[in-house]
């Protein structure tokens, strides 16, 4: 167990709909970083926030944002979805300088 | 800019044969470099990592060195079991204020019994 908590763990949805993905970090980690894993793109890096802060953004769609909050779990939006976005979305914390820990993903499905 | 070249998969395996992963990086400066695991159905696992040229991480039978020459971190184990059949994906860690982490392709590793 990573100590990396991501809810719900599968999301089925329509196109055009609007989803939010939750994680909670590893007790003490500040960085959330989340990543989205598709057969066709592989693990691509999203976006990180750090003790609440946006710090770097990645591939990360106009359509999807992020924050984190004061508890420093952090929430994924994705809006407008589309078939391409089915995909699973994963969530990892760490201490600065220090490896990701990575939760167990959400597996979004869109129809 | 930054990256990571892993072989292609799948690599598919006997039990106890001896297993090799490439991966080669491209970076400025000094990253870390790390190998995870992906069980089906699971999030990612760190295996191992090393953080400075010739540094060898190890874990779990497997094993990968940081050469700084070859700029490469391959992945070995001296023998597989079925309970490693998994993707495994080669990283580096460039630090700066993102510390955020660039992953290769994956590999997926097949072990048969």
């Avoid at chain 1, 359509?63 to 089915?86: I, K, M, V, W, Y």
């Avoid at chain 2, 391959?74 to 992953?103: M, P, R």
Wanted: net charge negative; hydrophobic share 35%.
């Amino acid at each position: 167990d990573s100590g990396v908590t991501q809810t719900p763990k599968h999301l089925i949805t329509a196109t055009g709909q609007r989803v939010t993905l939750r994680c909670s970090p590893r007790s003490g980690d500040l960085s959330v970083y989340w990543y989205q894993q598709s057969l066709d793109q592989g693990l691509q890096f999203l976006i990180h926030y750090y003790n609440g802060e946006e710090r770097a953004k990645g591939n990360i769609l106009e359509r999807f944002s992020a924050q984190q909050f004061p508890d420093l779990h952090s929430e994924l939006n994705l809006s407008s979805l589309e078939l391409g976005d089915s995909a699973l979305y994963f969530c990892a914390s760490s201490v600065q300088g220090s490896p990701l820990h990575f939760g167990n993903g959400t597996r979004l499905t869109v129809t | 800019g930054n990256s990571v070249t892993q072989m292609e998969g799948p690599v598919t395996l006997s039990e106890e044969a001896f297993l090799t992963i490439n991966c080669t990086y491209t970076a400025t400066g000094y990253p870390s470099l790390f190998w995870y695991v992906q069980y089906p159905g699971e999030g990612l696992q760190l295996l191992l990592k090393a953080t400075k040229a010739d540094d060898k991480g190890s874990n779990k039978g497997f094993e990968a060195t940081y050469r700084k020459e070859t700029t490469s971190f391959h992945l070995e184990k001296g023998s597989v079991q079925v309970s490693d059949s998994a993707v495994y994906f080669c990283a580096l860690l460039y630090g700066g204020a993102t510390n955020k982490l660039i992953f290769g392709t994956g590999t997926l590793l097949a072990v048969q019994p």
